[in-house]
């Protein structure tokens, strides 16, 4: 049996009269007529409001929540935390009323609570909050009923709520064994309230669904649409099983669920999103396409679906490939990503599907320019979203350096050419240029006349003033068209800068101002060609950068080389395309045969064939090596398989005798640490990565045990010896502070001279986000499998942070990997002194292979750029390490 409150059936003239007679009656005595006056009062005056202002603030909030339909739906949608501001005045409204009602109205004897709307009014509370999206102060309010009102019916109520709470806050730990003592109960106890027995199953639903358990979801589905009365919440579970079906495969299945949905009369959205899957279920196996596509092609043709064409496209699109015509399904997805105007993810969704074909094909311009457009829109959570952003830089890099060769190869052929032909094609496309400038002025001024009639013929005077309906802004139909030509014209660009250009990775912007100071300046000299040189409708722009003289072809030449020398690294390493890489590679050696990258381009080809099984080019290439370089290291590598694991072994026992003499030194055996160091000069020379490391100990050591003379003299060897070693700032400051007391042991230009000298392009950033930096030669590193390092570094000590990793082509010789964000650089510096020297994550790199470092992302640009390793450890040293 299920129970119900009670509805006390006094008239409200009763009330009345007990307000006159009573007036403002106390709740410290416990008598009839107290009690009487306080239920009354608190249920149809303060509770009563606060209700009504919940029940105002869930249908706000049920009207302004979004829903994303490729995704499948949760059961429960209460809206993000921005779009609960919208109802928060109301939401705290109600929590006013219920604070009051408990205040003013509760008589609570001898553990026993006699105003029957107090569990309630905590009850409003816990809910306000939890539409508010604070789920720390509803689960106190839930709990709360929970643990007083052990013998009421409420705490079922509660609990239920409770479990709610948890599963917003994804503690599904917690959520699963509320859900079971109420599953417990619900057979036996008779007062389980009647609304907690109609939503159990589907908050149990929603538990899984947000856990992507679809399979476990279903038979809670089922009895929930069997219990729940209300033909909204049913819809939306017939909908939501509907979706999982058709992801699982069942497309029978899910077709019927969905013709369900839509006699159900559902929203409009949710009717013309079960439309277009019910066309997407479509087997080509089993059905005939053509009644799916007029019917698509119908719904094209509705004005309600102007909004949604993108996934009319995409499903269309979804018709074609399963019907084998991949040209059609094509031009369907470009259709579906030029027609979404409002609904990113479906925009996105549409570009990776074509980024990901083309790719395949392999067309790699086109999937860059679609990939870029995916990434824009990408929400961060999207599944491989790091896969995704990493494929669009690699394949960004790859066309910057395809357009390299490209510009630089037509503007050798115009400096070729005779002084005629190379003004004509210049004319020419200035010309075209003219013409198009022409056509888009006509254009916006069809565009001003169509306002203009449509204004005349809604009866607006010619005459009006600016501040009426005439004036663009404060037309409607002016704006809705304007917007309208914007979009077929531009797509759905975000508000920043730049918003017309599409691939914003490929140029370098310079903003006005710095124009305007050239113009100036040029104006200033009577420089008129320097002028004429800056506006694209004169030759004069066009001539500037073609290369007419030697040392202009030359650079010329130079910039193409590095182009295709990069082309072949991020064919072979970024896209894993053998072919294309060879092809880049032999490009260059017949261009450029005596390019100074010959030997790597040499290496690289030997490695290339010999993967692709052409053991005879490999063969080619292996003895171009051997012969024309026989004393590199790429000749060792090649004739003696293990050289490159005996340098490696060589580098781990010097390595492994640091960290014995660094251990020796934290002890006091200062005589074994010089012992030690003198060894690995002796063992492996002075120009090994580590070995100004052992000098410095060395020197640190014979100040405890000798002279401070002896101290000086260790360290003006390593400042003189190895300037640029990160170990000399540290000799440099020791000596600055012995030099203060013995000037005569001095040397050199003292640590604070040197900072003042120290020119820097960068600017200490405490507060500013902070990524930890990690620069690794090329050849020392695999490097997926260093990324695979430092994740599982990460998830075992950074296992709470989102922290994602990233890695590009710093230039030809070495990889740049980033790990972020940090939100400063203290909590950056802590993850590098934590991981710095890690064992797992550094055991393969070998000594004098990487640098590693912190970087603001102010920093971060610039010293992509400028790619000076050394010149931003400096900067580190001083700003990061000194301290």
């Not at 540290?730 to 900072?755: C, E, H, M, W």
Request: aromatic share 14%.
């Amino acid at each position: 049996m299920i129970s119900r409150k009670p509805y006390r059936s006094l008239a409200p003239a009763i009330l009345f009269v007990l307000v006159i007679v009573l007036g403002s009656c106390s709740t410290k005595k416990n008598s009839f007529t107290r009690r009487m006056y306080h239920n009354l009062t608190s249920h149809y005056n303060v509770y009563w409001n606060g209700k009504e202002a919940l029940i105002e603030a869930e249908k706000e909030l049920q009207a302004a929540v979004k829903e994303n339909y490729n995704m499948v739906l949760p059961m429960f949608n209460y809206g993000s935390e921005q779009e609960s501001k919208a109802v928060t005045p109301l939401l705290d409204r109600s929590i006013e009323k219920g604070s009051k009602t408990i205040l003013r109205h509760s008589m609570r004897f001898g553990g026993h609570e006699y105003v029957k709307w107090i569990d309630d009014a905590y009850m409003l509370i816990g809910k306000s909050y939890f539409y508010k999206h604070d789920y720390f102060s509803a689960r106190r309010s839930f709990s709360f009923v929970m643990r007083e009102y052990e013998d009421n019916p409420t705490k079922y109520e509660a609990m239920l709520w409770l479990a709610k709470t948890y599963i917003e806050m994804e503690q599904f730990e917690k959520s699963e064994p509320l859900l079971n003592l109420i599953q417990g109960d619900m057979n036996d106890e008779e007062n389980i309230p009647a609304s907690v027995y109609r939503e159990f199953a589907l908050v149990n639903a929603d538990q899984f669904l947000k856990q992507e358990k679809y399979d476990y979801a279903i038979d809670y589905l089922y009895d929930g649409i069997a219990r729940v009365g209300k033909k909204d919440i049913k819809t939306r579970a017939k909908f939501i099983l509907a979706q999982i079906y058709q992801m699982d495969g069942d497309f029978d299945q899910a077709s019927q669920l969905y013709a369900e949905v839509i006699k159900r009369n559902p929203p409009y959205e949710m009717a013309f999103q079960s439309k277009i899957n019910l066309a997407r279920a479509y087997e080509a196996d089993n059905g005939d396409s053509k009644s799916i596509i007029k019917y698509l092609s119908r719904m094209l043709r509705d004005d309600k679906n102007k909004e949604f064409l993108d996934q009319i496209y995409f499903a269309l699109a979804e018709v074609a490939f399963k019907d084998k015509d991949d040209t059609l399904g094509i031009h369907y997805l470009r259709l579906s990503v030029a027609r979404s105007i409002n609904n990113n993810y479906q925009k996105s969704t549409s570009s990776l599907k074509l980024a990901d074909i083309y790719f395949a094909m392999p067309e790699y311009e086109l999937s860059q320019a679609y990939y870029d457009t995916a990434v824009t829109y990408l929400p961060e959570d999207y599944p491989n979203y790091t896969e995704i952003k990493n494929k669009a830089d690699k394949l960004s890099e790859l066309v910057a350096n395809l357009w390299v060769i490209q510009v630089e190869d037509s503007l050798q052929m115009l400096a070729f050419m005779s002084d005629e032909e190379r003004l004509a094609i210049i004319d020419k496309i200035i010309k075209e240029l003219v013409e198009e400038e022409q056509r888009q002025r006509e254009a916006e001024e069809l565009a001003q006349n169509m306002v203009a009639f449509d204004q005349g013929q809604s009866g607006f005077a010619t005459s009006q003033p600016i501040g009426g309906a005439k004036w663009y802004f404060y037309n409607t139909n002016a704006l809705s068209n304007g917007y309208s030509e914007f979009i077929r014209k531009w797509g759905n660009r975000k508000l920043e800068d730049l918003w017309r250009l599409k691939d914003k990775q490929l140029i370098i912007y310079e903003p006005d101002e710095i124009l305007d100071e050239e113009l100036d300046s040029l104006m200033q000299a009577g420089d008129t060609l320097g002028i004429m040189a800056m506006d694209e409708h004169n030759r004069e722009y066009y001539l500037k950068d073609i290369p007419f003289t030697q040392e202009a072809l030359d650079k010329s030449d130079k910039s193409i080389a590095e182009a295709y020398y990069n082309l072949g690294l991020i064919y072979a390493e970024g896209l894993n395309d053998a072919p294309k890489s060879i092809e880049a590679y032999e490009t260059l050696l017949d261009r450029f045969p005596n390019n100074p990258n010959k030997l790597k381009v040499y290496y690289q080809l030997y490695r290339l064939y010999l993967d692709i099984g052409n053991s005879e080019k490999s063969d080619y290439y292996k003895n171009m090596i051997i012969n024309d370089f026989p004393d590199s290291d790429y000749a060792m590598i090649i004739l003696d398989p293990d050289y490159y694991k005996n340098m490696q072994a060589s580098e781990s026992e010097l390595t492994t005798l640091y960290h014995k003499t660094y251990s020796a030194f934290k002890v006091g055996r200062y005589y074994k640490v010089i012992s030690n160091s003198d060894m690995a000069v002796n063992l492996y020379g002075d120009t090994a990565s580590l070995i100004p490391k052992f000098l410095y100990l060395k020197a640190l050591s014979i100040g405890k045990v000798d002279v401070v003379d002896s101290l000086a003299v260790a360290l003006k060897f390593i400042v003189t010896n190895y300037p640029n070693n990160e170990v000399k700032p540290l000799a440099q400051n020791l000596l600055d502070y012995i030099s203060k007391d013995r000037p005569d042991l001095g040397t050199g230009v003292s640590q604070v001279q040197q900072d003042t000298v120290f020119q820097s392009p960068y600017t200490y950033d405490p507060n500013g986000i902070h990524l930890y930096l990690l620069v690794v030669k090329r050849q020392a590193v695999k490097l997926n499998a260093m990324k695979v390092k430092i994740s599982d570094h990460n998830k075992k000590y950074y296992s709470t942070k989102a922290l994602s990793i990233n890695s590009v082509l710093l230039d030809e010789n070495r990889y740049m990997i980033t790990v972020g964000n940090f939100e400063s650089a203290a909590t950056a510096m802590k993850y590098f002194n934590q991981t710095s020297g890690d064992e797992y994550v550094f055991s393969d790199l070998g000594i004098g292979n990487y640098s590693e470092a912190v970087i603001s992302m102010k920093n971060y640009p610039i010293f992509y750029k400028d790619k000076g390793v050394n010149l931003y450890l400096r900067f580190f040293e001083i700003e990061y390490l000194d301290d």
